[in-house]
């Protein structure tokens, strides 16, 4: 577990253990409400001074790691919650959960996969798995976050209830509007009251993908107001999924400037590698060809992931031209 950690008085305003305390609790609460670059400064204040016992410090450095996540910053993410993992403490279970999210995020599926596999219910290892299988087109196997809400509804954990149901909302937005509005009027009932900002977002974001190429919904105009809403809260995650679903509205229209200028946001904001799949995402809903060769690691194959983003595409377009 390391070293003993040791009190000691700083020039940070920590002057005691409690003071320490407080600070990680107040900084854990808030960051909702905060910029996560905030978020981290206060948790490594906290961390540098070493106040705290051992499961509170792995306490300070996995909220950390998920706000240096949110941030793009992969390599202190990743840093962080191996250091929690390690420590086989309580939340080791929680940083297995983020490192095999990291690999997701680097494109790499198959061991994304392979950790879920693992992780069981302490790791939320269905919403693990949902998270796997969207990027895929595979809406069926994303059906996991169904899983993953009513495990949470059996152990009592309101917040996952409503986060595994946000997702599945958002993963079915793609499919059937119809079926996404019972989908997201669930999540919205399940979120009343729990302080989630960035999956409240997220369900904003599914809103756009289930309106997809409808001229009445104003889809741009709310998008545009989405984007200042997520760089305020400085989660970069979800600006790449909405410029997704944009993606996707612009590929059923057919509109093929639009789809250009959202394949160029989405490469210059996954230049560090991150999300790379994104982009890979966008060129296969609107069936054009990849600019360069991709690092993404699909678990059956680029060809099968087009196949299945461009069968969503044109059975939204189909299903509008028959209304």
């Known amino acids: 577990m390391g070293e003993p950690l040791a009190p000691h008085t700083d020039s940070t305003g ?55 996540r949110d941030l793009g910053d992969s390599p ?28 997701r ?25 949902g998270d796997i299988w969207w990027p895929h087109g595979d809406m069926d196997r994303a059906a996991a976050y169904a899983a993953a809400r009513d495990e949470a509804e059996h152990h009592g954990v309101t917040g996952e209830r409503g986060n595994s149901q946000a997702h599945r909302a958002f993963a079915l937005a793609f499919t059937d509007p119809a079926v996404a509005d019972d989908e997201l009027a669930l999540a919205e009932q399940l979120l009343a009251g729990v302080d989630l900002r960035a999956t409240t977002l997220i369900t904003h974001i599914a809103a756009l993908a289930r309106d997809a190429s409808r ?7 709310r998008a545009q107001v989405l984007r200042a809403e997520i760089r305020t809260a400085g989660v970069t995650y979800t600006e790449l999924a909405l ?56 678990i059956d194959g680029a060809h099968h992931t087009r196949r299945r983003w461009r069968g969503l595409v044109t059975a939204r377009d189909d299903l509008h031209t028959s209304q």
């Open 76 to 103: 202190a993410s990743r840093a962080g919650m191996q250091a929690v993992a390690d420590g086989q403490g309580r939340l080791a279970p929680a940083a297995r959960r983020g490192l095999a999210h990291l690999a």
């Open 243 to 298: 410029d997704l679903a944009l993606a996707f509205h612009h590929a059923v229209r057919d509109d093929q400037d639009q789809v250009a200028a959202t394949i160029a946001r989405l490469c210059e904001n996954t230049r560090g590698g991150d999300f790379a799949y994104y982009r890979d995402i966008a060129a296969f809903m609107a069936d054009l060809p990849l600019d360069e060769a991709s690092p993404t690691r699909w």
């Open 215 to 221: 001229t009445d919904a104003d889809v741009d105009d």
């Open 14 to 68: 920590l002057d005691t253990a409690a003071d320490a305390l407080v600070e990680l609790l107040s900084a854990r609460a808030r960051r909702q409400h905060q910029h996560r670059s905030h978020t981290v400064a206060r948790l490594t204040t906290v961390i540098d001074s070493r106040m705290l016992p051992d499961d509170l410090q792995h306490m300070a450095l996995y909220y950390r790691a998920k706000a240096h």
């Open 105 to 129: 995020m680097a494109g790499d599926f198959p061991t994304a996969l392979a950790t879920a596999h693992t992780l069981g219910w302490e790791g939320r290892h269905h919403r693990v798995e």
